[in-house]
């Protein structure tokens, strides 16, 4: 019967809880839902009801840093601190602590990948829910996978229950099994095994300790500061391509899976050291997102050529000739509560409050990118009040000067202080994203022309990497986002 109330402690206030769990059950680097499955076999919990548990474990306690967290665990699992960091601070697939939140699912919400082998064992790890990852890296054959069913229940609940299930298939008797890997010796003995966690975790600690600045376009969606965004896949992959902080052993690469992105495709634009300064200065005044913002209506405002601006006029009225207005045969339309309707063929054109989908993405370009009418100088309201705020936050900073006004509305004009090779950057990162949001809706549109509805659009994964360290100085690294960027998953 498990044990999850508190108990007094006789002449103290405080007190203690109580689990069944067993010291010597919490295997090194297993995945932070293994450790979950067993959790709830051992004390007969529901997923639901460890997830209360364990936001009650930490919920009076506040915002703590992973060691404290990590002692903590240890404490009630009376488990070493070494192996609690291998699951739950240093393991190689996680940068933040697991949640296990109904609405946080950071692994495959349609697949729960393992090793047969490892289940057999008892033993799931945190490398064999990596999307990269092929093979395992103990036993090197193919992982497996499990497709998770749809299910109106929490996604983290299900993933569990299926967890569970493999291990009582594959290995009978799981949760009452030893932890593996808990010696560094057990490890080393398998030096294949020992080279690859050697390099995955320092190249994990190092990218999240120790790059000052990582910009990532996610299509056309956002910049986000590392790792706010990214998959876990997406900077391994940049190692395993460039060799970015430390090369990867050549016994090792037989593990990846295929990408489908060659080295030749990775473009790398090489900056100056010295304009990390002046990033660095605008960023204490803006997020990543707000400063490239603010840095495209600015220049909008002021009349000053941006490099996308070509290129959005360019790919519109290839678009416009495609596809003329009045010859539309396309059978799905989009209306002004972005609400599909699906017509007969040559129907749309009769519906005029619907857009079909090359209307909708012209649109889209034009008003994710241009921003200004074409006919009077004006911001578009929801944009005025977007620059409106930027503006606030610009007068306190000292990165920008103000030289004057729009012609409408008394729009403030600025010029920004820094070098024009910081210039130069940002317009080149605008522009890549730009190009990424063009490639996004191209393959938009030819998947409604293969007979797909509009409501499945795919969102590319990143490729646009702004990166600095000591040892690399200050890079741009972008490869395509067609084609060979949709392979990566």
Same mark, same amino acid.
């Given at each position: ?76 699992? +009376? ?23 109904? +609405? ?76 593996? /890997? ?23 600690? /190092? ?7 990582? !910009? ?8 986000? +500061? ?115 309707? +699906? ?40 944009? /005025? ?57 191209? !393959? ?46």
């Amino acid at each position: 019967m498990p044990i999850l109330n508190e108990r007094k402690k006789r002449n103290s206030k405080s007190t203690e809880l109580r689990i069944n769990w067993g010291r010597g059950r919490l295997s090194g680097f297993e995945s932070a839902f293994g450790f979950a499955a067993k959790f709830c076999r051992l004390n007969h919990l529901t997923p639901r009801q460890f997830r209360a548990f364990w936001v009650s474990l930490f919920a009076q306690i506040g915002d703590i840093s992973f060691e404290s967290r990590s002692e903590i665990i240890s404490r009630v699992l +009376n488990e070493p601190l070494y192996l609690v960091k291998s699951v739950f601070e240093i393991n190689p697939v996680n940068t933040e602590w697991p949640k296990f939140d109904r +609405n946080v699912f950071e692994f495959h919400p349609k697949k729960i990948k393992y090793c047969s082998l490892c289940l057999a064992d008892g033993y799931h790890a945190c490398f064999h829910e990596k999307e990269w990852l092929r093979k395992c890296p103990i036993h090197r054959i193919e992982l497996e996978y499990k497709d998770i069913s749809y299910s109106s229940g929490a996604r983290v609940d299900h993933y569990l229950n299926i967890l569970i299930s493999l291990f009582d298939l594959h290995c009978p008797g799981w949760e009452l099994s030893q932890g593996k /890997y808990r010696q560094d010796d057990q490890i080393k003995e398998n030096k294949f095994f020992f080279n690859f966690l050697y390099w995955s975790i320092f190249n994990e600690l /190092y990218l999240t300790k120790k790059i000052e600045f990582w !910009f990532a376009s996610i299509g056309c969606n956002s910049f986000t +500061n590392y790792p706010a965004s990214l998959s876990r896949s997406d900077y391994f992959l940049i190692m395993e391509k460039i060799g970015l902080i430390k090369p990867i052993p050549n016994d090792v690469h037989n593990l990846f899976a295929n990408t489908g992105l060659s080295s030749d495709l990775i473009e790398i634009q090489k900056f100056s050291y010295s304009i990390r300064d002046e990033l660095r200065k605008s960023l204490i005044y803006f997020h990543d997102d707000d400063l490239l913002t603010f840095f495209r209506l600015a220049k909008i405002v002021s009349g000053e050529f941006l490099l996308f601006e070509e290129t959005i006029y360019s790919v519109i009225d290839v678009l416009n000739q495609q596809h003329p207005l009045h010859t539309c045969d396309c059978i799905w339309g989009i209306n002004k509560r972005n609400e599909l309707v +699906n017509c007969l063929p040559g129907e749309l054109k009769y519906y005029g409050d619907c857009m079909c989908p090359y209307e909708f993405a012209v649109q889209e370009l034009s008003t994710r990118w241009l921003n200004m009418s074409q006919s009077i100088n004006i911001l578009p309201i929801d944009i /005025y009040d977007t620059y409106s705020a930027l503006v606030q936050q610009a007068k306190f900073s000292d990165i920008v000067i103000e030289i004057g006004f729009a012609l409408k509305n008394r729009i403030p004009i600025f010029k920004f202080v820094w070098s024009e090779e910081t210039n130069y950057l940002l317009n080149v990162i605008l522009q890549k994203v730009v190009l990424a949001h063009i490639e996004e809706l191209k !393959f938009w549109l030819f998947s409604i022309e293969s007979g797909n509805s509009p409501a499945e659009r795919e969102r590319f994964l990143p490729n646009i990497y702004l990166v600095q360290n000591e040892r690399i100085g200050l890079q741009l690294i972008s490869w395509s986002a067609g084609k060979e960027h949709r392979q990566l998953n």
